[in-house]
Every structure is written in C-alpha cells, then in structure tokens.
C-alpha cells in the first residue's frame, strides 16, 4: 500500500515564505544604507554652512564643469570632517599646539556655564576614544531592580575618590552601568564584586542584547575571571 502524497504548499504559503526571507535580507541592508545615509546628511548640514560660499561643493561644480553638470556632493562636509579634525590632531600633538589648548582651557574655565559643559564633554570623549582602559571591556550580570531579578550590565571603572572611600571597605566594589532597553537611558550603580557574574560578551553584543529586548542573543562563550 503506497503512502498517500504529502500535500503541496499553496502559492500564497510560498510566496509569503519567500517575503519573509527577502525581509531578512534586505531589512538590514537597508536600515544600515538609511542610517549611514542619514549620518553623513547630518554631519554634512553641519559642516557645510562653515564653509565659504565660494568654495560650497555646488559652486565649484558649477565652476568648473559648468551649470549643466549634475554631480553628488553629498559626503562633502564628512571629508572636510574628517580632514580638519586629523590636522588639528596633529597640530594638537605639538607644543605649540598643547600651549595654544592649554591657554584655551584657561580661557574657557573663566566661564561658568560653559565650563562645566566643556568639563563634561571632554571627559566623555577621553574616555571612549584615548583613554581606552576605561572603556567598557566587560560585561556583566547584576541583580536589578531587586533580589531575584538579573539585568546585563557594562563594567565600568572601579570606584575611585570620595565614592571608594565612603563605600564598604570590606567588599570590593565594581562600578555597574546597566542600560534599559531601547537604550536610551540607564543607571550607574555600585555593587559588591562577589555579586557581579561576569560574561565573556562584548560591550557591542550586550548592547545589541539590550536594544532588541532580548531577541538577539551572542553566541556562548567561556567565563571569564573577575
């Protein structure tokens, strides 16, 4: 006795099959082309008022292939970004150069309010693009809200100041920060060293993590070591 044919797929089912995996190809391609897309538009309309109008891209095209030609600008003003920004690295690398900062920071910390917003914003971006010990390298779980419940977290610096000294000297502490999805807040919190698994996930994939609200999960790793 033969066994009855395994009934056939309907059109609809294959086609929305096929929607599906399409989608999953082509949703990230393009969310990324829209983003990189966006951010250099963004940086461009901050870049390009700065310039001269005799030197804006849309007037040295018409200079010098003439009004007719029709070329893309866009990406400009990230060139120039880029540019500008690696020459006064370079300038800032010399001694001429850290004289002139140094008077400047003088100058600035003579300033209430914008003291205090230089004073922050440099400290951030020292510590993400030079000071790359005190990046967040680790990444960890830790009970929060409460007893029982466990949030991913990003281990920071250890305490340091009047905070280490008026934490409990008995316990070594480690500096939590734990982001809440969609990521765009979060909270720094201290806790004892011994109450901290650490995971061998990377700050990006736990950021992936949070951001997705747990749909999107990193592979297995081995433990790390406190």
Not at 41 to 52: A, H, R
Not at 77 to 98: P, Q
Not at 207 to 225: E, F, H, M, T
């Amino acid at each position: 006795m033969t066994e009855p044919a395994a009934p056939r797929r309907s059109i609809f089912a294959a086609i929305r099959a096929s929607f599906f995996t399409g989608l999953v190809v082509v949703l990230p391609v393009g969310l990324t082309i829209y983003v990189v897309w966006a951010v250099i538009g963004w940086i461009d309309g901050w870049i390009l008022p700065l310039i001269p109008a005799a030197y804006q891209p849309e007037e040295l095209v018409n200079r010098f292939f003439g009004p007719e030609a029709q070329f893309p600008v866009r990406g400009v003003g990230v060139l120039v970004f880029l540019v500008v920004t690696a020459a006064v690295g370079w300038v800032a690398r010399g001694l001429i150069g850290r004289s002139i900062i140094r008077s400047a920071e003088g100058l600035v910390d003579r300033l209430p309010i914008v003291r205090s917003v230089y004073s922050g914003v440099k400290q951030v971006t020292e510590t993400f693009f030079t000071k790359a010990e005190k990046n967040f390298d680790r990444t960890c779980l830790v009970r929060f809200p409460h007893q029982g419940a466990w949030a991913v977290g990003l281990v920071a610096s250890a305490p340091q100041g009047e905070i280490a000294a008026k934490l409990p000297a008995e316990d070594k502490m480690v500096a939590v920060f734990v982001a809440l999805t969609p990521m765009t807040s979060g909270m720094l919190i201290y806790v004892p060293a011994r109450d901290v698994i650490l995971l061998n996930m990377k700050a990006d994939e736990a950021i992936k993590l949070v951001v997705s609200a747990g749909l999107v999960y990193p592979p297995a790793k081995a433990q790390l070591p406190l």
